[in-house]
């Protein structure tokens, strides 16, 4: 049912209108009246009615200034403006702020409904459009999640010129564009300590955290498995610098509510250039690799990263600093790329006089081979590939060896790990194949749903999905039921209605929408297209 506001300064005029037209039995709602366009403006805004019947000369604000204030901030309200006959010198005006009718006064009921009743049509195909332009959007969503994940991966690679980022951010509809720049990493956690384990908590927290830095013109990103990095800009060091501040204490308050959730955060060091986010993001990465040397909820600017110079005094070592559980967490959820950063610190915190001890450095060493030796075997996985050390090689005789060779025995570990993570996740993607395959006629199919059916967060389903497939899920799912429809156009006589039932689409308006926009023409017209037959 479409909705009526009414805006006329002359009360019997008003009053006939309201009172002399059976709105509801017509397929109308009357939601509202107002005097002048002043009071209406705010009216309209709360009410958002479809269509308004203005006067056009009216005190404080006339029909023309209220249909231009709402033609800007809400485009698809349909205005029909009444006048005098004397007052069509107003119509060339009218035209040009998109009024759809200009009617002379006085008007009948009938007339009215006759001229609400021709535009109700085109409002209706116009919202059809909107609503299916909207649905687009929201299964698109996912493709826009990777191609700024991927854009991220751009802006802190170093890989791209300004030029090439700004062009790349444009595409995307964001503004990169500042003075001065700083990152911070921020990975959440389930107390269930497993990498596919997630809880409603971890999805109200993300998306709550995600909103937050968007209501506050931040730019956020999804980093699939290893969070989501946040891109503070600012005309000043000082101004990115209350910014971080303002997101650290933000997001502090927000996670402390969510008890059963631990988080980390890694704050980079402020640049002013775009070309300089590589360091940003790099000593960002430094502070964010602490996750793994402590235990409890916290955010570290890597500006407080500082070396130990105390004296070595094994009495003063502190055990947990040494504690293998350190590097048997970073080697059940770390990733290849951060092991360097992972052992810098891990050597950092141990203390550099300690590690400059011979018989306290092999100790380190020797427990760390022990150690990766058995998370290897527990992988039921060959541990040949882990290297035992030689002590008598020289290559250990100082700091720097034992470093190169904890970061090597490591380093390999996560491949293997990785490695046989991969294989279980091309049987976790195959099942999601198949399942679409077996319900792809399912229009409530989503990855939320066949998340649950492999037992995924959908966060990390979208991941391996796009890492093991090339394409995110949603790409995948519409191709598959493009190909399904285009297999029945040329194969049986069914109406394009009951294919679109037949691939998951309810809604045939949506459907051909989304064919055409996939295979550049519509159904009808692929279905008479000779040339299709041999795909």
């Keep these: 049912m479409l909705k009526i506001f009414l805006v006329e300064d002359e009360f019997v005029m008003r009053e006939g209108i309201k009172n002399n037209v059976d709105w509801k039995a017509h397929g109308y709602e009357f939601c509202g009246e107002a005097a002048d366009g002043e009071v ?17 000369r009216m005190p404080f604000m006339d029909g023309l200034e209220l249909s231009k204030l709402i033609k800007k901030e809400m485009p698809w309200i349909e205005i029909i403006i009444l006048t005098g006959f004397e007052e069509f010198a107003y119509a060339k005006e009218a035209i040009k702020i998109g009024v759809a009718q200009y009617l002379s006064k006085p008007i009948s009921g009938d007339e009215l409904l006759q001229e609400l009743d021709l535009l109700s049509d085109k409002i209706l195909e116009k919202k059809r459009d909107r609503e299916i332009q909207e649905q687009y959007n929201r299964e698109m969503e996912e493709n826009n999640q990777k191609n700024l994940k991927d854009f991220f991966q751009d802006l802190v690679s170093g890989e791209q010129s300004p030029a090439k980022l700004h062009e ?12 001065w720049y700083n990152i911070i990493l921020v990975q959440l956690k389930s107390g269930k300590n497993s990498e596919e384990s997630f809880s409603n908590s971890m999805v109200n927290a993300e998306e709550e955290i995600r909103l937050w830095g968007e209501k506050n013109h931040l730019l956020v990103f999804d980093r699939g498995l290893e969070g989501m ?6 005309d000043s060091e000082e101004e ?32 002013k250039r775009l070309r300089e986010l590589p360091e940003s993001f790099e000593s960002a990465r430094i502070a964010f690799a602490h996750r793994y040397l402590l235990s409890e909820s916290t955010i570290i600017n890597s500006d407080s990263i500082q070396e130990n110079e105390d004296d070595f005094d094994i009495e003063n070592v502190n055990p947990k600093q040494v504690d293998r559980s350190r590097v048997l967490e970073f080697l059940k959820l770390g990733n290849q790329e951060e092991t360097k950063y992972f052992v810098d610190e891990f050597f950092k915190e141990i203390g550099k006089n300690a590690i400059q001890s011979s ?12 150690c990766v030796k058995e998370f290897v075997e527990n992988l039921e996985l060959s541990s040949e590939d882990i290297t035992p050390p030689d002590f008598t090689s020289g290559a250990l005789k100082d700091e720097a060896g034992a470093r190169e060779y904890v970061t090597s025995v490591i380093h390999t570990a996560v491949m293997l790990r990785e490695q046989t993570a991969n294989d279980r996740y091309r049987g976790v993607v195959t099942q999601v194949m198949q399942y679409i395959e077996e319900n792809y006629g ?14 995924f967060s959908p966060n990390h ?10 394409q995110t899920f949603i790409k995948y799912l519409t191709d598959y039921r493009m190909s399904k429809a285009k297999e029945l156009l040329r194969c049986t006589g069914d109406k394009s209605s009951v294919i679109s039932m037949k691939v998951g689409y309810k809604d045939p308006h949506y459907f051909s929408y989304l064919f055409k926009k996939t295979q550049g023409m519509t159904p009808t017209q692929y279905r008479g297209n000779k040339n299709t037959k041999g795909e």
């Design 40 to 56: 209406a403006f705010p009216m309209i805004q709360k009410l958002k009615p479809d269509i308004v019947i203005t006067d056009i």
């Design 168 to 179: 790349m951010a444009e595409q995307l509809g964001i503004d990169i564009s500042a003075m």
């Design 229 to 234: 990095a946040f891109l503070f800009k600012g």
């Design 240 to 271: 990115v610098q209350q910014l971080q501040n303002d997101c650290t204490d933000q997001l502090e308050k927000t996670l402390s509510e969510y008890k059963d959730i631990k988080y980390f955060g890694g704050i980079g060091k402020p640049v």
């Design 359 to 370: 018989i306290f450095r092999q100790y380190i060493v020797m427990d760390a081979y022990f």
């Design 442 to 455: 399912d229009e409530d199919l989503s990855l939320n749903q066949v998340a649950a059916h492999v037992n």
């Design 461 to 470: 389903l979208s991941t391996i999905f796009s890492q093991q497939t090339n």
